[in-house]
Structures are given as C-alpha cells and as structure tokens.
C-alpha cells in the first residue's frame, strides 16, 4: 500500500513538473513572439514604383535578424494612404512624405508618425527602343500634362492612374486632374514595360528603380526600350539628363522625389527596427548598389597598413 502510494505521489509530482516546464517553454515562446524592433512579424505596404529596392531591404533586414519576418505588399501611393487614414496600416514606404494638414491629422487622433527618409529615386521618361527621338524636354511633358496638344507625344503612359508617378507629375505641372486626352494609364509597372517594349509613338512614364532593378520576366521587355534624356529648364545650360545615379545626386535631373519609411505603431516595434536598418551604413549600401540615392552616404573604411 505504501509503495502505490509513494508511486502516485512520484507520477503526481513528474506530471506538475511536467507543466511547469511547458509554462515555462510556452512563457518563452510567447515572449520570443512578442514584437521587437528586431524581431516578430510586420506587413510593410510599399509603393509599387520603388517595390524593388525596398524587397531588397526586407531581404538583407531579415537575413541580419532571423527572428523578424516582414511581409511585403506592393500597392499604389492612393490606396496606400486610404489605409493609413483608416488605420488599417501602420508601416509604409512611399515616395513622398506628409505635409502640414496631414500631419495635424494624426496628431488629432494622438498618432505622431515617425518619418524615416532613406533615399531619393527619379521618374524616367522611356520609349520603344526603335523610335528615333532620345531626348524630350520639361516643356514637352508639362504641355501634355496642361491638356495642350503636343507633336512630338502622342500619349504620355503612366504605369497606373494611382501611382505616384501621376501624383508626382501633376505636382510639377501644379495641375489637380489628368487631362482627358493624351493621356492614359494602365495597370501596373510590368505592364507599362510590356506596352512600352512593344508599342511606339507613346511615352511611358515610370519609377527608375524598374529598370535598374529588373526582375527576370521583364529583361526582354527592358532591353527593347531606351530611356529619355530631359532638359532641366532651371539650368541655363541646354544639356539633356538621364536619371542615372550621379545626376539625381546633383539635381540636374529634374525629375527626382525623396523616399521615406513612415511608421505609425507608436511603439518601438519593427517598424522601427526595420527604418533604422534602412536608413543605416548596411541599408544606405543596399540603397547605392540599386542605382539610387541614399540619404546618407554610406562611409567606407580604408585599412592602411605599413
């Protein structure tokens, strides 16, 4: 009797172990869970004209913290925004920031957004390859976007009515709507390469990171355009610019936009973690590797020995 009684006592007090144990694992897993700058999981929206790099940074961000997993969702800057002020969203990356009215916006509802900016990218002008112009000038495309008829365009293309490639443009032309002709949009990035590689006498208009970046399906599409030089009206010096690295740098490119990382969790989560990556030496690297801008210029040590 004494032993069934000391063998119950002994399994009872395996099996509280037992439990214990698990508490202690499930207590562990759950705190490893938790969102950290570095770790947990996070869905990132990000503005589909610079959806390369950016994929690029998610990839090297996670392979630095493995126990941080970023999801991606490539959307265009007008349904990006329509999240954010319905707070479905809180981890952007766009190229352009908030102003003024906006800002008030969220401090209204106790949001304070934190701005990250990571880079500047450029707006190129390309044509099918066969078309003979290789130059088109400021004028030229602020006529088509003012609704006057142009010669030398016959429809300027943009990858989607809600990029920011339209927002953009209409800010340079300081203009509200696209006209209703000479002017037209499709569906995406991959598309308006498509369209473009195969049709001439149209202007596509799309973010310059595509063709520096070009995923694999679309390098047939990308070897039979060409890129547009463009006139900088501010610079009295009649040359034509290409959107390469230097000369969105320098500014002599006129059409160029800052990126930025905007984050509002309001709490030191991945958000975070993932625009300090961004925005540090590792991120910046990443960033002049894609042909862009970074915001700062990562620094590179030189080992001098004796």
């Known amino acids: 009797m004494k032993k069934n009684i000391f063998r119950i006592s002994l399994l009872l007090g395996i099996a509280l172990l037992a439990i214990q144990i698990g508490c202690k694992k ?7 869970e938790e969102e950290t700058p570095v770790s947990g999981k996070a869905t990132v929206l990000v503005e589909e004209t610079i959806f390369p790099v950016i994929d690029d ?3 090297l961000f996670e392979n630095e913290y493995d126990r941080a997993k970023l999801t991606l969702e490539k959307k265009t800057e007008t349904a990006i ?4 002020y319905s707070e479905k969203s ?9 102003d003024s009215l906006e800002l008030q916006n969220f401090k209204s509802k106790q949001i304070i957004p934190r701005i ?3 880079g500047t990218d450029a707006l190129a002008f390309i044509v099918n ?6 130059t088109i000038t400021t004028e030229e495309i602020m006529d088509v976007m003012l609704g006057k008829k142009s010669t030398k365009i016959k429809s300027l293309v943009f990858d989607n009515a809600n990029s920011s490639t339209v927002r953009t443009l ?4 300081k203009v509200k709507e696209l006209p209703k002709e000479g002017v037209s949009s499709l569906n995406s990035n991959e598309e308006l ?5 195969s049709n001439t006498d149209v202007v596509g208009v799309i973010g310059v990171n595509w063709l520096l970046q070009t995923p694999r399906e679309l390098q047939n599409a990308v070897i039979n355009v060409k890129v547009l030089g463009v006139n900088n009206n501010k610079l009295k010096n009649n040359k034509f610019f290409k959107p390469t690295q230097s000369n969105i740098a320098t500014g002599d490119y006129p059409f160029t936009r800052k990126m930025y990382v905007l984050n509002f969790q309001g709490t030191t989560g991945l958000g975070m973690g993932f625009a300090s990556f961004v925005a540090g030496q590792k991120g910046q690297r990443i960033m002049l590797k894609s042909g862009l801008v970074p915001a700062i210029m990562p620094t590179r040590e030189i080992q001098v020995r004796n």
């Open 26 to 32: 499930a207590e562990k897993n759950t705190e490893s």
């Open 57 to 59: 940074e998610a990839i």
């Open 81 to 84: 925004l329509q999240s954010v």
């Open 90 to 98: 809180q981890i952007v990356v766009m190229p352009r920031t908030l």
């Open 116 to 118: 990250t900016e990571i």
């Open 129 to 134: 390859y066969k078309q003979a112009d290789s």
């Open 170 to 173: 209409k800010d340079f032309a």
């Open 193 to 197: 390469l498509n369209y473009i590689a």
